[in-house]
């Protein structure tokens, strides 16, 4: 077990995106928490583009405490960008990832860090119970249950980024090189020691969702498509049993022509073939479009990599030169 220091420095990476009515509690709670842990601990904000006053209120408060980093971003680059960019400058013994949202209690990182100096190397946040809207529940249970079904690594059901990570696995995380990121995923992936912690999430302390159905989609398909290639065996499997379907389809009218008699009797005599040229045509149509999209999907990403580009861009940071050598 690797040693830990008798008076660490934890990094808390805190995303934020249009949360400047959230901010205030956030500092307030934050900061009341902290007083109570051991060592010292600096606080790593990236602002993801904000459209509001949040940037602003992020460097009245680097000024006012120097264990206050921040950065901003040069326009929105997504979630998993901002706390991947949190993991990159923090300078920790150990990084928590937590949301401005204040949806997962500052309170609760205490309990972190014990287990952390305990000896896990990464302890991740379980949620009991999450007040968010029924729809929302219901589609992060099924994403959840359907992840684990395809994935080869074991992904745990209900945890999200809410996590503490000893610097060792920082480390990995930041030699990763890809860019559609699905960071609770990598986190499992990289193995160590792995302990979950059992939390009630609770509800958005102020403001409105910024996490809207379309980006919770996104990081959805990110996950599935990063960690597994099952889609593309069910577009495999889709296709030999329409070709299956075919060859019956086939058989069956070939019967038909030569047994009339016998299929008129019992109510299936061959008819005009219009409509089943119409179903036969729409039907594999459509499994041929699926399984486009299906390779669209992983040739999409693979076209993001191959490009290259930095996957977030810092247009202003709240650190000084010598901070930042």
């Known amino acids: 077990m690797r040693h830990r220091p008798d008076k660490p420095l934890i990094s808390i990476i805190v995303p ?30 990236v602002d993801d583009g904000s459209r509001d006053r949040t940037w ?22 997504g979630h998993q960008a901002a706390v991947s960019a949190g993991l990159k400058h923090c300078r920790g013994d150990a990084a928590i990832v937590i949301d401005a949202d204040l949806q997962d209690p ?15 190397d990464v302890v991740f946040g379980v949620r009991e119970s999450r007040r968010d809207t029924w729809h929302k529940r219901f589609f992060a249970w099924i994403f959840y249950r359907t992840l684990e079904r395809l994935v080869t690594v074991h ?15 920082i480390d990995v995380m930041n030699q990763l090189p890809e860019r559609s990121r699905y960071l609770r995923g990598l986190r499992a992936w990289s193995g160590f020691r792995q302990k979950p912690l059992v939390f009630r999430r609770d509800a958005r302390a102020a403001g409105v ?5 379309k980006k919770s989609l ?9 960690f597994s290639a ?13 070709s299956g379907f075919a060859l019956f389809l086939t058989v069956f009218t070939f019967l038909q022509k030569v047994f009339h008699e016998f299929f008129e009797r019992i109510g299936l005599g061959p008819g005009p073939g219009f409509a089943t040229i119409v179903i036969a045509v729409t039907l594999l149509g459509g499994v041929q479009l699926i399984c486009l999209g299906i390779l669209g999907e992983y040739l999409g990403r693979i076209y993001d990599e191959v490009k290259g580009r930095p996957a977030w861009i810092i247009s202003e940071s709240t650190d000084s030169d010598e901070d930042r050598s």
């Open 155 to 169: 992904i745990p059901t209900d945890a999200g980024d809410f996590a503490l990570m000893d610097r060792k696995v």
């Open 218 to 226: 996104k990081l959805a398909l990110d996950g599935i498509f990063s």
């Open 209 to 213: 969702p910024q996490y809207t159905f």
């Open 16 to 45: 934020c995106y249009n949360e400047e009515e959230s901010l205030p509690l956030l500092i307030e709670r934050l900061s009341a928490a902290a007083a109570t842990w051991p060592g010292t601990y600096e606080v790593v904000c």
């Open 56 to 77: 602003e209120l992020l460097q009245v408060q680097a000024k006012a405490d120097r264990r206050w980093r921040c950065f901003s971003f040069s326009r929105n680059f």
């Open 230 to 242: 099952a889609p593309l065996r069910f577009a495999s499997y889709l296709g030999f049993a329409m």
């Open 106 to 120: 500052p309170e609760v990182l205490a309990q972190f860090i014990r287990e952390w100096l305990a000896g896990f």
